[in-house]
């Protein structure tokens, strides 16, 4: 069974600092997504990563792959208050129950003060 | 623009009175999910349909079902809700079920009193 695990949980950040968040997952898989969720707000796809080595930017995010290691980093370069939100991975199950759902970790939530 | 639309975005209902979300999309996607969410927690997949091909989590409870009329639209149907049942509901869609990207609908919120 696919497990994910995302750390930290919970991150207060200074503005204009840096940090990076770690997605951890058990088995194989070569998909992987991030999502970030404001307050009652539903899911918002950022980063689509689809094979080992992918690096994707956008903004002051960026998003990497490694399968290998199975880990996905989403770092955050000069944090902005309109950062502060809860942000997910999902990665892409391919055995079992759950083929092809996509199994998500517990969160981040990311609180940028100034 | 092509999306996906949910309605209501709020919904309160008693204890134990039927109650049905709604999700359509424009996105001609085979697959449609019904995800709930609740407080500080990850979406849960309750099932997901490919086309019409009905796919059940194994621990959904069976006060939850759905139903898929045709592409656009598919309903989600808590038969008794309980104050438990007090969340989020996301519908998504994707073009394909072996894990290509889903696209969430702005999700309802509901209430139980």
């Known amino acids: 069974e696919l497990k994910v695990e995302q750390n930290p949980l919970f991150l207060s950040m200074q503005e204009g600092k840096n940090y990076t968040i770690y997605c951890n997952y058990s088995t194989t898989s070569d998909r992987l997504y991030w999502y970030r969720q404001d307050p009652g707000k539903s899911l918002e796809s950022l980063f689509v990563?689809?094979?080992?080595?992918a690096v994707k930017q956008e903004g002051r995010l960026m998003a990497s792959l490694d399968t290998k290691a199975r880990l996905s980093t989403l770092h955050i370069t000069a944090a902005v208050h309109d950062l502060s939100a809860t942000y997910f991975c999902?990665?892409?199950?391919?055995?079992?129950?759950?083929?092809?759902?996509?199994?998500f970790g517990k969160g981040t939530k990311l609180s940028v003060k100034p | 623009d092509a999306m996906v639309i949910q309605n209501p975005r709020y919904q309160v209902t008693q204890f134990g009175k039927p109650v049905t979300l709604s999700c359509s999309q424009t996105?001609?996607?085979?697959?449609m999910y019904w995800y709930q969410q609740k407080s500080s927690q990850a979406p849960k997949l309750l099932f997901h349909y490919y086309d019409k091909d009905f796919n059940n989590e194994a621990d959904t409870p069976d006060n939850f079902q759905s139903r898929r009329p045709n592409t656009s639209f598919c309903f989600l149907d808590i038969r008794s809700p309980g104050l438990g049942d007090a969340a989020m509901y996301l519908c998504?869609?994707?073009?394909?079920?072996?894990?290509?990207?889903?696209?969430f609908g702005p999700g309802t919120r509901l209430t139980v009193t």
């Open positions: 999902a990665v892409v199950s391919y055995y079992g129950g759950s083929q092809g759902n996509l199994i």
């Open positions: 990563l689809l094979s080992n080595g």
């Open positions: 998504a869609t994707s073009r394909g079920s072996q894990g290509y990207e889903q696209y």
């Open positions: 996105l001609n996607h085979n697959v």
